[in-house]
Every structure is written in C-alpha cells, then in structure tokens.
C-alpha cells in the first residue's frame, strides 16, 4: 500500500525567508506525485506535479519540488516566503495497486507566514 | 472553463437524517471523484466515476453511502442515515485523464452531523 508522510503539521516562517516543506512516500511502482495547495474556504489547487519526467519540477507562485527515489521524498520550496503563501498543502502519490487514478495524502502541513 | 462546483458549501443534519451532496465537473471530464476529510485526519479517496459507470468504490466507508452520477455529468453522494462520525468536508474533483494530469477539486462540502 501507498503511504505519504508529511513532517510537521504546522510550519511557521518570517516573510522573505526560505520555505521548505517536507514529503515521504512509499510506493510499490514508480509513483506520480503531487502537491496540492489549500487557501482559506477554497478548494485544493494544483501547485506541481511529477510523473517520471524531469526530477526537478517547477510550479505555480514560485514553488518547486525535487523527486529524489533514493530519498523517497518530495520536499516543496520556495525561495522567499510571501504573506500570501500562509496555506495548507498536502503531498499526494498515485500510482501502485490503487492504480494511478487514486491519489493518498498526506496528512497536511500548515504554512504560517509573519511578517 | 468553470471549475469543479460543490454544493451546499457546508451542511448541519442531526444524526439519522439525509443528507445529498452535488458535485458538477468541468464539462467533458469523464472521471470524477469522491474524497473526505475528517477532521484531524488526512484526506482520503472515496470512489471514482468514468463517465456513469463507478471504476473504484473502494474507499466508501459503508453501505450508508450511495454515489451516483447521472448521465455521465453531474454526482451526487447521499448519506443516510447520517453518523456523528460522517461530519468532514467532502471533496470532488474531476479528470480528462487519469490521474497523471493531477485533477481539478471543488471547493468542498463541509457536513456536520449533531
């Protein structure tokens, strides 16, 4: 079965400074993965995704996130923090028995951003 | 393109009543998907549609769930009678493809059962 791992529920950063939020997966098959952005009373939004191409992948509002199989991890960044950043993300992985419709989440990590 | 629209936005029932739940995709995405969140707890997949037909309904929790999807466009998820356990917020989302493109989420229903 597939599992992600999400270190740290709550993560608080200055604005300006880095932003690293942290992502372990277990997966059977080569995994598709996924980070996904939560704003206050909206839905969940695509920031990136892999899925066996480039292992340094590039989203929106200036984040990326590195696959790195040896490590199965997944870690977003961004290089400066932005007031507007303060949201929730999950890592997401599909793939495995679920196939690679089904997505497994994360529990979540809640960015705090003070000024 | 409208997105993926979710109604009501948030939902009070008293434990042992009904509840629906709607979901309407993007026009012309052929899979959709159910997901919940229970407080505290991470969001977890409940069924997948392709068109009307359910691919996967592994992940509904009981018989006190029932997904539908009419005609291949819009959902709905009833619950009945609804659990104190079933409060959450519930997600749809739908696809072109699936999965590798990521899917596109609604805005999510929060249900609340007294």
């Known amino acids: 079965a597939q599992s992600v791992t999400q270190l740290g529920s709550h993560v608080s950063v200055s604005e300006g400074a880095l932003v690293l939020l942290r992502c372990n997966y277990s997966?059977?098959?080569?995994?598709?993965l996924f980070w996904y952005v939560q704003y206050p009373n909206q839905g969940l939004q695509l920031l990136l995704k892999?899925?066996?191409?480039?292992?340094l992948v590039k989203g929106i509002n200036g984040f990326e996130a590195e696959f790195k199989k040896s490590e199965t991890s997944f870690h977003l960044t961004k290089p400066s923090a932005h007031m507007s950043d303060a949201a929730e993300y999950f890592c997401?992985?599909?793939?495995?028995?679920?196939?690679?419709?089904?997505?497994?989440f994360g529990k979540g990590t809640m960015l705090l951003v003070s000024p | 393109e409208a997105g993926v629209t979710q109604f009501p936005s948030h939902s009070v029932i008293e434990k042992g009543q009904t509840v629906t739940l709607r979901c309407d995709p993007i026009?012309?995405?052929?899979?959709l998907y159910w997901y919940r969140r229970v407080m505290g707890k991470e969001i977890k997949f409940l069924l997948h549609?392709?068109?009307?037909?359910?691919?996967?309904e592994s992940g509904m929790p009981n018989n006190r769930f029932l997904a539908e999807r009419t005609g291949g466009t819009y959902s709905t998820l009833k619950v009945q009678p609804a659990e104190l356990e079933d409060s959450g917020v519930y997600f749809c989302?739908?696809?072109?493809?699936?999965?590798?493109?990521?899917?596109?989420f609604g805005s999510g229903t929060r249900l609340t059962v007294v």
């Open positions: 989302a739908s696809s072109q493809d699936r999965g590798a493109g990521g899917y596109t």
């Open positions: 892999y899925t066996s191409a480039a292992t």
């Open positions: 549609f392709v068109k009307e037909s359910k691919q996967d």
């Open positions: 997401a992985v599909s793939g495995g028995s679920s196939g690679y419709s089904t997505l497994t």
């Open positions: 026009s012309g995405h052929d899979n």
């Open positions: 997966s059977s098959v080569p995994p598709y």
